[in-house]
């Protein structure tokens, strides 16, 4: 059964940057889509980024021109870049990935694997 392990949350001032880690574990088709999603307190869960099992990334308009997310195939790791951070960018990030599918999804229902979360906050 595949894992995700999510890492580099943090506290940040707005314009500042952090970078998140999700690992995959017990996975070596490297093939799958993954994303980023986001969910604030009394918001909905939405989608930061997804990508296709070949790298390529479909990102939010919130974010395009900021964010700017990375696979490492061989490390089984999705990576997410986060830079000029804003206080609306403050939320849980969640990692997620469908092991049996190469394109990427909006949809957070159509993901069957989620990590634990890692929580990102921008303020001054």
């Known amino acids: 059964q595949v894992h995700l392990v999510e890492s580099g949350g943090g506290s940040v001032q707005p314009g500042g940057s952090l970078k998140l880690s999700c690992t995959a574990s017990?996975?070596?088709?490297?093939?799958?889509?993954m994303a980023w999603f986001r969910q604030a307190p009394g918001k909905e869960r939405e989608g930061v980024v997804t990508?296709?099992?070949?790298?390529?990334?479909h990102y939010a308009d919130s974010v395009k021109g900021r964010f700017t997310a990375s696979k490492d195939s061989a490390k089984n790791t999705l990576y997410l870049q986060m830079n000029s951070l804003k206080p609306e960018d403050t939320a849980m990030y969640y990692c997620?990935?469908?092991?049996?599918?190469?394109?990427?999804?909006?949809?957070?229902?159509?993901?069957?694997?989620w990590g634990q979360g890692t929580q990102v906050t921008v303020s001054s």
């Open positions: 997620a990935a469908d092991p049996w599918r190469k394109y990427g999804s909006w949809y957070p229902y159509e993901y069957n694997v």
């Open positions: 017990e996975y070596t088709n490297s093939n799958y889509c």
């Open positions: 990508v296709d099992g070949d790298g390529s990334s």
